[in-house]
């Protein structure tokens, strides 16, 4: 149900990526954030105490206080918790990936749409300005070239590289292409972490589009960049530095018989990108409307993830 009144929030799990969810709401003029939930008590208080909320060990415990909340527990842990708020109409800002399984991402989509509750999943890529710049411009596209790399760090271990990264640009890809999957290569190996540290993937898809999508977490830098080519253009992504580049044929020649070429680069600016994504869910919760990132759009990143992995 839509609401008019301020809204209720908490966030389930206050590690690294939660903490920023928590310190979002507590500055937000719609939301109140009356809780903050971590099985470390220390670490749960410590969040509290700073934003002025209450800390809690145990999600159950907040059940009835709360219209809305940001699960960023350990993947394992996502259907369970996002179930039992769903289960009582609460909205769910799921982190991704949605779930581990299939079956898990469809019984919350299912419980979800019993209940009536906005469930959003975390694809937070999908807010980048650089991507939305993109309206308007995409055109059939015939290959997408995908890299995003970053210096290893222990935190997002519990899943390997494809479910922790490359599911990222699987979700933009698959926004930007919208056509079924024909058939899937890929290759991995685990460097750092008994999973997949690094991981390459070709997409193939039933239009005729191609994406090669790359993903490593034990670089010695961070990059995400994308490169699309269409009929009537070539664009370049660059959602870390918010950059994007299109060129184009142009009308006049470069040489004798070679035309030559027009570019239009953008800076966006960096801006709050998870502001945004969490705006987008407040507002989807106050007025009922779809959100950007369905539940439906969560499994189908994830079902393609799933697939990769099962061809590694």
Wanted: proline share 4%; glycine share 8%.
């Amino acid at each position: 149900m839509p609401l008019s009144r301020k809204i209720r929030t908490a966030v389930i799990g206050v590690g690294y990526l939660g903490g920023f969810h928590a310190e979002k709401y507590a500055a937000l003029p719609n939301a109140d954030l009356v809780a903050v939930v971590d099985v470390d008590r220390e670490r749960a208080e410590s969040v509290a105490n700073r934003l002025d909320a209450r800390a809690f060990t145990c999600h159950s415990a907040i059940l009835g206080m709360v219209d809305a909340v940001s699960i960023a527990v350990p993947t394992q842990s996502h259907y369970r918790v996002a179930g039992e708020f769903l289960e009582r109409g609460v909205h769910v800002l799921l982190e991704k990936p949605m779930t581990t399984t299939l079956e898990e991402a469809d019984e919350l989509i299912r419980i979800a749409r019993k209940t009536g509750a906005v469930l959003q999943v975390g694809h937070l890529e999908r807010f980048n300005p650089v991507l939305q710049a993109l309206d308007g411009i995409l055109n059939g596209p015939r290959f997408i070239e995908s890299v995003r790399i970053a210096p290893f760090k222990p935190r997002g271990t519990d899943v390997n590289v494809v479910l922790d990264l490359m599911i990222h640009d699987i979700d933009i890809i698959q926004n930007i292409v919208r056509s079924p999957i024909k058939s899937i290569n890929s290759i991995g190996a685990p460097v750092f972490t008994d999973e997949e540290d690094i991981a390459n993937a070709r997409i193939q898809f039933e239009d005729g589009c191609v994406a090669n999508v790359t993903a490593s977490r034990i670089s010695f830098k961070s990059e995400r960049r994308m490169r699309i080519f269409q009929p009537d253009a070539y664009i370049t992504l660059d959602f870390q530095n918010k950059k994007l580049a299109v060129f184009r044929k142009g009308d006049g020649e470069m040489f004798p018989g070679v035309p030559n070429v027009t570019i239009d680069q953008r800076e966006m600016g960096q801006g709050d990108v998870l502001m945004t994504e969490i705006e987008s869910f407040l507002e989807a919760v106050s007025g009922g409307a779809k959100p950007v990132v369905t539940g439906e759009d969560g499994r189908r990143a994830l079902k393609t993830a799933l697939l990769i992995n099962k061809r590694l």
